[in-house]
């Protein structure tokens, strides 16, 4: 029997029903698309990932919503209605930034994961170490994991 009022149930003898949620979802991994990627122009984009918002890009490259928003024709802030691939545009608080952009470890670590995965299963720990041995240099590790396989 379920009832809306447990207590009631209780009261009358009847049997006392909860939905206990069970199903969990694992933590979405890092993904290497959020790097920031610039063509041989200067251009600076940014891939939008679901994870992204339109606040957190905004200081995260340095610029007003209002450059990003005319930067990519945007009428509002819904990272939804935008393109895939948002254009940052450059000023002068961004424009060092856009030069020395360097991933995060977290960053490398994912790469490094998704570089070799052809090649073994390598777990973060693991890829975490090979960085650390190559003073996280993306391309050495690579190196490194695929000469030891």
């Known amino acids: 029997m379920v009832d809306d009022n447990p207590a009631a149930a209780a009261a ?19 993904r290497d698309q959020n790097t920031p990627t610039t063509t041989r122009s200067g251009v600076l984009y940014h891939e939008v990932t679901e994870t992204d918002t339109f606040q957190g890009i905004c200081l995260r490259y340095k ?3 209002v450059e990003l928003r005319r930067a990519n024709r945007m009428m509002g802030t ?17 424009q060092k930034r856009n030069v ?14 998704a570089e070799v995965s052809r090649v073994t299963k390598l777990s973060y720990s693991e ?3 090979y960085l650390e041995l190559a003073d996280w240099d993306l391309g050495c590790a690579i190196g490194n994991v695929k000469e030891g396989f």
Request: glycine fraction near 4%.
């Open 12 to 30: 009358s003898g009847g049997d006392i029903v909860c939905a206990v949620p069970i199903a969990v979802q694992s933590a979405t991994p890092l």
């Open 63 to 65: 610029v007003t919503p």
């Open 78 to 94: 819904n990272l939804k209605l935008a393109p895939s691939k948002l254009v940052i545009p450059s000023n002068e608080s961004n």
């Open 100 to 113: 020395l952009l360097e991933p995060t470890k977290e960053e490398k670590i994912a790469s490094l994961v």
């Open 127 to 129: 890829a975490r170490a």
